[in-house]
């Protein structure tokens, strides 16, 4: 643990709060059931996409090209996903062999 | 008679949690694990899986659990990874109407397997509709925290050797942006939530991206949002 026992819990309350938050807000913004607040709706149709694009970003940050240890893995795993996906259309299976595929990777050869 | 509707409804909502039971299982144990690799107990993992119940905010709160304290950096990021959330419970507002006092654990409850199953499904008849959402969501939830129990008990347990088992995390996003990628024609959004991100990466440098691209993915989105909404996004 890095951090202490109380800063910790204040973590695990941060995320609850922000994920309570996320849950109910079109609950309560709406309980009138007016439909048309528009930037809403539009927020809530165009973010799941960027966002995840900025996760996929986020988890690769320490990825760089100054040696091959340091992008290969990465960058094989993540191939292989792709075509595992494309092929099996699986989740489970793709995060699981992509994950095994990249341990692999890191233990034994890079 | 109560009690016969209730065993009805549980019934009728347990099939069609199968699959999250496998799902969650598995990413419950990695999560379980990896926490456990980080010095975190099991007792952590279970707290965290009951009370937050969010897979993905989780696992990258695995990184603020073991960098710098910052409580807002972690508020913001869960609400971005979470922002998904709001879409889901704009589609559910009529089908949660009338769920009196069980709203609030629905809602509480409304992670993205739940979404999925709530939304594409339909009680049999002569179950009650609200009870049988409820179950749905008791159960997923009760996977969820079993899962992550059990990863944290066998991470305790048995040593092995655990690097690079934080991709696990990679590999579910990724796994998720190819579905997002497949199920949408208009890929622009996720094309200037890469190039945000990136362009701030490169920019600020890898632990201080992450707000400055929140900020252009908004701004961006904002100001195209004529642009964008034209385009059928579904």
Not at chain 2, 92 to 120: A, H, M, Q, R
Not at chain 2, 148 to 169: A, E, H, P, Y
């Amino acid at each position: 643990m890095t951090l202490t026992a109380g800063q910790t819990f204040i973590i695990i309350c941060m995320l609850t709060l922000g994920t309570v938050i996320t849950r109910f807000l079109p609950f309560i913004l709406f309980h009138n059931n007016k439909k048309n607040s528009s930037y809403i709706t539009y927020l809530g149709k165009v973010l799941p996409y960027a966002s995840i694009a900025m996760l996929v970003v986020y988890c690769l940050r320490e990825v760089n090209f100054t040696s091959p240890a340091n992008y290969a893995p990465e960058a094989i795993a993540i191939i292989f996903i792709v075509l595992l996906h494309h092929w099996k259309n699986n989740a489970l299976l793709s995060i699981g062999a992509g994950t095994a595929v990249y341990m692999f990777l890191v233990q034994t050869v890079f | 008679m109560k009690k016969n509707n209730l065993k009805r409804a549980l019934k009728a909502a347990f099939p069609h949690t199968i699959p999250v039971l496998t799902g969650f299982t598995f990413l419950g144990i990695a999560y379980g694990v990896l926490m456990s690799s980080k010095g975190y107990g099991v007792w952590w993992t279970a707290l965290a899986s009951f009370l937050v119940f969010a897979g993905s905010a989780q696992y990258i709160a695995i990184t603020f659990l073991t960098s710098v304290f910052n409580p807002i950096y972690a508020l913001l990021m869960t609400l971005m990874i979470n922002a998904r959330h709001l879409f889901y419970g704009i589609s559910l507002l009529d089908k949660y109407k009338n769920t009196g006092k069980l709203k609030p654990y629905l809602i509480f409850g409304l992670c993205d397997e739940t979404f999925s199953i709530v939304c594409s499904t339909e009680p049999p008849p002569g179950v009650n509709r609200k009870w049988f959402i409820f179950f749905i969501t008791l159960l997923d939830h009760s996977y969820w925290v079993l899962g992550s129990i059990l990863g944290g008990l066998l991470g305790s347990m048995i040593s092995f050797n655990t690097q690079g088992l934080d991709f696990v995390l990679t590999a579910l996003f990724v796994v998720i942006f190819l579905g997002q990628w497949k199920a949408q024609k208009n890929h622009k959004p996720a094309i200037i939530g890469i190039l945000c991100s990136i362009g701030c990466l490169i920019v600020f440098g890898p632990s201080n991206f992450i707000i400055p691209s929140m900020a252009a993915i908004l701004v961006i989105l904002t100001v195209f949002r004529k642009n964008l909404a034209k385009e059928e996004v579904k």
